[in-house]
């Protein structure tokens, strides 16, 4: 599975951002898939995820701001972000897998394949 993100950019604090992440490869219809993000001096951390055991999960610090959604004809996962902060500025990542247990969705090493990371820059 190959995986590639983009749709980042620079927004004011209050604006919005849909970034997306096309999935190729072997993907079994569409594997499971989530987002994550890095700030810069900070550790990763987990995003959203959207798994077909479990439906959708969201990090505390953007329930009822993001939305994570996709289109398995396309083989593609997006994340709809409002109302953005600047403490969302980070590289945010997608990340996939066949399967991946609604126990895990938060941890980064339950996700075998990777993109290589958009920036978003919400400014104040």
Avoid: H
Avoid at 29 to 44: I, L
Avoid at 66 to 82: H, P, Q, W
């Amino acid at each position: 599975v190959q995986l590639q993100a983009f749709g980042g950019g620079l927004v004011q604090a209050g604006g919005s951002l849909r970034l997306s992440c096309a999935a190729s490869g072997r993907t079994f219809s569409g594997p499971d898939m989530g987002w994550f993000r890095q700030a810069e001096g900070k550790e990763r951390e987990f995003v959203a995820a959207i798994i077909r055991l479990g439906g959708t999960y969201y990090s505390d610090s953007v329930k009822g701001r993001f939305t994570i959604s996709r289109d398995n004809a396309k083989g593609t996962v997006y994340l709809e972000m409002n109302s953005l902060k600047p403490e969302d500025t980070a590289v945010y990542y997608c990340a996939a897998d066949l399967v991946v247990s609604p126990r895990v969705v938060w941890f980064g090493t339950s996700y075998k394949y990777w993109g290589q990371g958009t920036l978003v820059t919400v400014s104040s």
